[in-house]
């Protein structure tokens, strides 16, 4: 069960390690950017200049939109109001002041919301293909050594799964471990004392 828990983590960390990989030699000289669009959220993932960016450019530039806009709005309605007498113009029910205030409060709060602080993270390719080839890499020494142990042990007569030794075992399981003894296993017929 935590075998099967190893592998299939080694195996998706060696996909993160080659798709790296791919996006690194891919993006050398291009950039390639992926949005991340959550509502009030926006951010950006790109692939650039070796390393992978995090970046809310694209909230950044929402809300310098919108508060541009609130300011335009406010503008109009001042120089409306500078052209026009206040006091008789009525629109959509609310009077020009009152209109005024209300624009000039929206651009108030769009600007203290000032949201999205700039905010630019960046990691290495190199680092993020290195640290992901490290489980593949463990995954891999352990195979070795799990290989280099079952030889060892059919070389000297013992058990595959448990390492007891089976000479002069016929039963044809281990008595340690339960595990299936293998009749054209040397360990089978060694029993020749
Ligand atoms: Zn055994």
Redesign the pocket.
Known sequence: MLRRLFTVLSAASLVLCVATCVLWAATHRTTLAVGLLEPGERWRVASYDGRVWVDNQPQVDTDRDERERLLEAFKALEWQSRARDELDERDDGRTLPQRKSAAAAAYRAARRRATSPSTRQSVRHVAVAGCASILPALWVAAAVVRRVRRGRRRASGR?L??G?DLTGNASGA?P??G?RVRASSPAAGSGSA
């Open positions: 058990c799964a448990c007891y281990c340690e471990c595990a």
